[in-house]
Each structure stands twice: as structure tokens, then as C-alpha cells.
């Protein structure tokens, strides 16, 4: 027989959310901070950004095929290093970055969490002091078959909630990011199975049979969903509810 677990995934309805324009304040237990800025912002400051990079990272900026995903990749992670500097206390270049079984980044010495995501035309990065989390970003202009996609990876009862919005494409992207987020907050980070996490209501029950998800994973997650005036997606995934957490701009 199949080994088979139980998770849970709690799910906060969807906010209309703006960032804030201030310096952060110190990380608190049981408090996330989130920041997110759109490549446009990032752009004039490239030459610093792209001045934090190590060795591995400029490699791997190399290697992109295209222009663009070249550029997010690097204004993406120099921006990370900079905001995780401001954290730790450690110069962005010197920071050491080592990866898990999936590829997830952590940091070496520092007692910190984070995840980055980004999406063609932003970046967003969620910092935590006393717990893993996961965090996707999406922009709502993304072109996307959301029917072929989610007949493919949501269950029957996710299609139905997606069929019966006012704005299918939008719902199917909110619950897209979530199951993102959650899968990031795992370590996994990819699973084809997709429809093994149901993520519409606001308590889902489920039965996970993925190996290393199953190894991974937390009892539960607890999934937050912002929508910005920008445009844009951003859902965070926790593995116990936070105290506070707060979204602040570039």
C-alpha cells in the first residue's frame, strides 16, 4: 500500500494591499517582512546591484538565454543580498549562500529564513527569523491558458471556483501562487502533482502521497494572499499563523 499523510492548509482570503515607503523595523519573532519592487525601480541602481553578485551567482546569470531573464536574475538577486545585509549585518558580497536537496537557498551562519520569487517584470524577497516559509509572486497580466492549466494541475473542486469567479483568470492565480508558496516553504519547490494541494477554501483537508513533499513538508501551512494595485500576486506560506507581517517596497 501507498504511504499516505495528512496536511493542512489553511488560507486567508485575498487582500488589496499597498507597500510600504519606509525603512523597515528589526525582524520580531513570529513576524514576516516581505518587500517588492518591480524591475523599473530596480534598474537605475543595476550597476550596484549587479556589484553584489559572487562568483556562482554571475555564472548562472550567464548562462540565461535571453536579455531580460538575464537582467531579472541579476537585479532579483542583488537586491536579495542587499535586503539580507540589512538583516544580518554582513556586507551583500560576503554573504554565503548554501542550497538544499531542491535548490532551495539558505543562509550558512545566520539565523534567518527567506525565499525569493519573481515574475517577468518583478522581484519580491520575505525574510523570517523563527521559521521556514515559502513565497510566489505572479503579475495578473501574465498570459496564461488558465483553463488547459488548472484541467492539468487543480482538483475538480478548484475548477469549479475558478469557473463561477467574475475574474477566472485572476482566482486561477491567486490559487496558482498559493500552491506555489507552499511548495516553497516545503523545500521541494516542484511537484508535478499539483492537484494533491487544494488551496480554495479557507481550511483544506488533504492526503499527500509525494515522497519527498511527504518527508518535507510541515503538519500544516498558513497561507496569506495580497493583491497590489501594481499588478500583481503575492502569496506567502508559513507553517505556523504569523504574528504580523508587513509589505514594504523597494
Not at 531579472?72 to 537586491?79: K, T
Not at 516545503?186 to 481550511?203: F, N, T, W, Y
Amino acid at each position: 500500500m501507498m504511504a499516505t499523510r495528512s496536511l493542512l492548509i489553511h488560507c486567508l482570503g485575498t487582500d488589496a494591499r499597498e507597500v510600504m515607503r519606509v525603512e523597515p523595523p528589526q525582524l520580531a519573532p513570529g513576524a514576516c517582512l516581505v518587500h517588492f519592487a518591480t524591475l523599473n525601480e530596480l534598474r537605475p541602481r543595476s550597476g550596484i546591484l549587479r556589484a553584489h553578485l559572487d562568483e556562482e551567482e554571475r555564472t548562472r546569470a550567464q548562462r540565461f538565454r535571453f536579455d531580460a531573464d538575464r537582467e531579472r536574475f541579476e537585479l532579483g538577486h542583488g537586491w536579495m543580498r542587499e535586503l539580507l545585509a540589512h538583516y544580518t549585518g554582513t556586507p551583500p558580497r560576503d554573504i554565503t549562500l548554501v542550497r538544499g536537496r531542491f535548490g532551495k537557498p539558505r543562509l550558512m551562519k545566520k539565523d534567518l529564513c527567506f525565499n525569493l520569487s519573481d515574475t517577468k517584470d518583478a522581484v519580491a524577497l520575505a525574510v523570517c527569523s523563527t521559521m521556514e516559509l515559502g513565497l510566489d509572486l505572479e503579475t495578473l497580466d501574465r498570459s496564461v491558458d488558465h483553463e488547459a492549466v488548472s484541467a492539468h494541475y487543480f482538483t475538480p473542486e478548484e475548477r469549479i471556483t475558478i469557473s463561477r469567479s467574475d475574474q477566472p483568470k485572476r482566482t486561477f492565480l491567486e490559487l496558482w501562487t498559493r500552491k506555489e508558496a507552499v511548495l516553497k516553504a516545503s523545500g521541494v519547490g516542484i511537484m508535478d502533482d499539483l492537484r494533491s494541494l487544494r488551496v480554495d477554501e479557507p481550511l483544506n483537508k488533504l492526503t499527500i502521497r509525494h515522497t519527498e513533499f511527504m518527508a518535507m513538508a510541515a503538519p500544516e501551512y498558513h497561507v496569506r494572499t495580497w493583491r497590489m494595485r501594481s499588478g500583481h500576486l503575492i502569496s506567502l506560506a508559513t507553517p505556523r499563523p504569523l504574528e504580523q507581517a508587513m509589505l514594504f517596497g523597494a
